[in-house]
């Protein structure tokens, strides 16, 4: 059955319920602009779902998330390409809705707080960008009443914050995070990279690049960990560093001196030309405690 759209909420309940409700009901959100990235989302989602399940994929480019001088207008809309990857992934219902049928009446009066996490990192750079991500994604959650809602690791900070509203307000949905898909070369698939020229794009391989120096460096230990992957940074032309932090798993802190083997995450944000990438790694910092000794 080729994938059958909905653009509102009535049509959305329609076609679920015309499912009958048989198996799991996976959802994937996207801002649209789908790549393989994407694909691979949907392809758990399959899985998740199981064959007589629902594979629900949302397309809405979110204007509760950009803030102002951001890429709202020019965020690419390529909903045509969109509908052939669903269909090719197999995906059941897509949901593509209008800003004011998710928002009706215009920006919603309550909206979901991201509490401390959401001041970090990515939001201290873009301050009421995760309230728009979390405010968007319990609206999806609640339309599309999914037993399992895929997202990439990619948006780390993103999918640990989405993670920790589902379970802070029961909303009785697991919260499953896919590994990030990359190019050959490293950089991550974006959404974004479409913007990059030539030129661009191969200098932002240095985000990539970044990450694995401080992955490789890890077992050295936290300070060579941030110091090789910051080096990577500092002789990259045309990159514009916004942060490079290794945190913890959960994105909080980590101490000077961490146990050995403590697992952790490397993040990264930075301007190549007008257009901002993020990206992240996990690694583990610290040698085995046995390792070497006599």
Do not use: W
């Not at 009443?145 to 900070?157: H, L, N, S, T």
């Amino acid at each position: 059955m080729a994938v059958q759209v909905a653009g509102t909420r009535e049509e959305l309940a329609t076609l679920l319920g015309a499912r009958g409700g048989a198996g799991a009901v996976a959802l994937v959100p996207t801002m649209g602009a789908l790549h393989e990235g994407h694909a691979s989302l949907m392809g758990l989602a399959r899985e998740r779902a199981g064959a007589e399940g629902t594979v629900v994929v949302s397309i809405f480019v979110n204007p509760l998330q950009f803030g102002p001088g951001e890429d709202l207008d020019r965020y690419p809309r390529t909903f045509d390409a969109d509908l052939a990857v669903c269909e090719r992934q197999g995906v059941d219902v897509v949901f593509a809705p209008a800003a004011d049928e998710v928002y009706p009446g215009g920006e919603p009066q309550v909206t979901v707080e991201p509490g401390p996490l959401g001041t970090l990192l990515e939001g201290a750079s873009r301050p009421g960008h995760f309230r728009g991500v979390l405010t968007v994604v319990a609206k999806l959650l609640g339309l599309v009443r999914p037993d399992v809602a895929i997202f990439g690791q990619k948006d780390y900070q993103q999918l640990a914050l989405i993670t920790r509203m589902a379970s802070d307000l029961c909303l009785g949905v697991e919260i499953v995070g896919a590994e990030t898909v990359r190019e050959l070369d490293g950089l991550a698939l974006s959404s974004r990279n479409r913007y990059l020229d030539a030129e661009q794009r191969e200098r932002a391989t240095a985000l990539s690049r970044a990450l694995y120096a401080a992955r490789d460096a890890g077992p050295r230990g936290l300070a060579e960990a941030l110091a090789a992957g910051r080096a990577v940074l500092s002789e990259a032309e045309g990159v514009e560093l916004d942060y490079f932090e290794i945190r913890a798993v959960d994105l909080g802190e980590l101490a000077a001196a961490v146990p050995p083997q403590t697992p952790a995450r490397a993040v990264v944000a930075a301007r190549v030309g007008t257009t901002r990438l993020i990206d992240n790694m996990p690694l583990v910092i610290g040698t085995a405690a046995a390792e070497g000794s006599s």
